[in-house]
Nanobody, 126 residues
Framework: QVQLVESGGGSVQAGGSLRLSCAAS????????MAWFRQAPGKEREGVVG???????TYADSVKGRFTISRDNAKNTLYLQMDSLKPEDTATYYC????????????????????WGQGTQVTVSS
């Protein structure tokens, strides 16, 4: 059974930084896909960035150059470093995972992920 637990959300002013963490258990170490999604009030959930077990990454255009995804295999933890935050980044952020790997734009499709965390709130004030 795969379990995902996010942490690291909070409130920050525009231009600031936050780092989200997603502690994963039950994932295969050699074949996986993981991603960060977000959902703002009244909006659809959107893919932010994904990574697979061959370290291929896909970023949404809206976060390219500002957000960085990484994974520490020893700790089974996924990270999202968010810099130069904007008010429009305000949302609940979710970690998602599956035990096989996809690449490219598929990494940002929420319907490929069977496992989800509970979400962590990020609020960016202007």
């Amino acid at each position: 059974q795969v379990q995902l637990v996010e942490s690291g959300g909070g409130s920050v002013q525009a231009g600031g930084s936050l780092r989200l963490s997603c502690a994963a258990s039950g994932l295969y170490s050699s074949t996986y896909s993981m991603a960060w999604f977000r959902q703002a009030p009244g909006k659809e959930r959107e893919g932010v960035v994904g990574i697979n077990s061959v370290r291929s990454t896909t970023y949404a255009d809206s976060v390219k150059g500002r957000f960085t995804i990484s994974r520490d295999n020893a700790k089974n933890t996924l990270y999202l470093q968010m810099d130069s935050l904007k008010p429009e980044d305000t949302a609940t952020y979710y970690c998602a995972a599956r035990n096989s790997w996809f690449s490219g734009d598929l990494l940002l499709r929420d319907n490929i992920y069977p496992y989800w965390g509970q979400g962590t709130q990020v609020t960016v004030s202007s």
